[in-house]
């Protein structure tokens, strides 16, 4: 008996197409050669070398979704996704520059800019500029909408007051997406995003943070005194930030789940080559059943997280819902990552412990998957109040 199909079968989530699977491809093939022999020096001396960076536009990280009429890629979100989990696997720390100029910075400038702002900003970040993206503040992190950072309309311009914490790539970025209230007295509908540049007068980026994991992606204050910014320089609507960043931080939070799920990959990469050559009572580590079991676990978790993180993305370049999906690919993916990572150090032994060895580096990496972009217990909120109401 022969069935009928009226459809092609549904593809598997993980199957690549063929230039996805290029993309994906070159993209760890660089990792592996030119940015792991700089993991360490880059994690101790808290910088990624200017030198990689070029580097990174040459390759085409940096522009992914930019269209190519302005020099960028024109590719989808997903490989975006592809990108920082490559790159996360070798470096979280290059995977989250990446992740914060593609998925929020450029994100955002395709979606929410005009003509004039797309064509001033994204043909310069697909050649060599890269962004940041400053929403949190000292009393402002879960609750971003309480910000006190406060722009106001003089001589023409906006003038923007208030100081921004623990932005990420702030000591490299030229162009800073920054969210700033025009009318406390709306409440969050006074929250407005501008365009800033680090040379506009009444900017300075401050403080670099001493960190405990991710330590050669920099994170900095930012000081606003009397900053001045055109008024062609406000992205999206005046008071419609708000929208801006909660739009942008639900497919940010993808990005973050694709630097965990490289991590944890990256992590049982070195698992699985170290158990196979440690040898005690006589023979490799990875012969002991327990050993088998616990890689074993730690591969289905990380399937499970990838195959999270793969579907939030394609419903989102499908242009269905994905908002919890996204929340549940993040908390799912962080968690995961921070328990292949710790596993990996157990199986080091004493060696797991030392900076010789890549894995504690990854371990520390792995915290940050819960706190950025939305606290897990922030995730868990999005998702109950979809469940819930
Ligand atoms: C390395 C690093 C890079 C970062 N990069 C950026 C960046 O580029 N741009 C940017 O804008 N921000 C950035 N952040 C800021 C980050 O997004 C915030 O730290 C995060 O949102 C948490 O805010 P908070 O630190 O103020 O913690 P808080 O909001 O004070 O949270 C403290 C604890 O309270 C819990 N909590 C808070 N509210 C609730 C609630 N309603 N229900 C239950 N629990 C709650 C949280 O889950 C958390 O466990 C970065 C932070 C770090 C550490």
Redo the contacts with the bound molecule.
């Keep these: 008996m022969t069935t009928q199909h009226s459809e092609l079968p549904a593809q598997p989530l993980t199957r690549l197409s063929e230039d996805e699977q290029l993309f994906r491809d070159s993209v760890y093939e660089f990792a592996d050669r030119e940015i792991r022999p700089l993991v360490r020096e880059m994690d101790e001396q808290a910088k990624i070398p200017k030198a990689l960076i070029d580097k990174l536009f040459d390759l085409g990280v940096m522009g992914i979704e930019v269209p190519d009429s302005f020099g960028g890629g024109g590719a989808s979100f997903f490989h975006s996704v592809l990108a920082v989990e490559a790159l996360s696997r070798v470096d979280p720390s290059i995977g989250v520059l990446v992740d ?1 100029q593609n998925t929020l910075v450029i994100n955002a400038l395709v979606r929410w800019g005009n003509e004039d702002v797309r064509k001033r900003y994204l043909p310069k970040m697909a050649a060599d500029t890269i962004g ?5 503040e000292a009393g ?5 909408f309480a910000m006190t950072t406060r722009a106001a309309e003089r001589d023409g311009e906006w003038a923007l007051t208030g100081r ?6 702030a000591n490299e970025a030229d162009v800073f997406i920054v969210f700033a209230n025009v009318s406390p007295e709306a409440g969050y509908r006074g929250i407005t995003a501008f365009l800033v540049e680090r040379g506009f007068s009444g900017f300075t980026v401050g403080k670099k ?1 001493d ?1 405990l994991g ?1 330590r050669a ?1 920099s ?1 900095c204050e930012l000081l606003f005194d009397d900053c001045r910014v055109p008024r062609a320089n406000v992205l999206g609507e005046v008071g419609k930030g708000y929208k801006v960043a909660i739009e942008t931080l639900n497919e940010g939070r993808i990005g973050i789940g694709a630097q965990m799920i490289g991590l944890a990959q990256g992590a049982l990469d070195h698992a699985i080559a170290y158990t196979r050559e440690r040898k005690q009572f006589g023979k490799a580590i990875a012969e002991f059943q327990a050993v088998q079991h616990q890689i074993a676990r730690a591969a289905t978790e990380l399937e499970a997280a990838r195959l999270l993180v793969y579907n939030a993305a394609r419903l989102r370049d499908s242009r269905q819902p994905f908002l919890t999906e996204a929340a549940m690919c993040k908390i799912f993916s962080s968690e995961v990552a921070e328990r292949v990572a710790s596993l990996a150090v157990n199986l080091f032994g004493g060696y797991g412990f030392v900076k010789d060895y890549p894995v504690e580096k990854l371990y520390r990496d792995a915290k ?1 998957g819960q ?8 995730q868990l ?1 999005t998702i109950a109040k979809q469940l819930l109401g």
């Design positions: 914060v940041a993206y400053a929403l949190s402002s992190g879960s609750d971003a921004k914490l623990w932005i990420t790539n943070e960190k991710i992606s994170t940050i706190i950025y972009e939305g606290t897990s217990n922030l909120q």
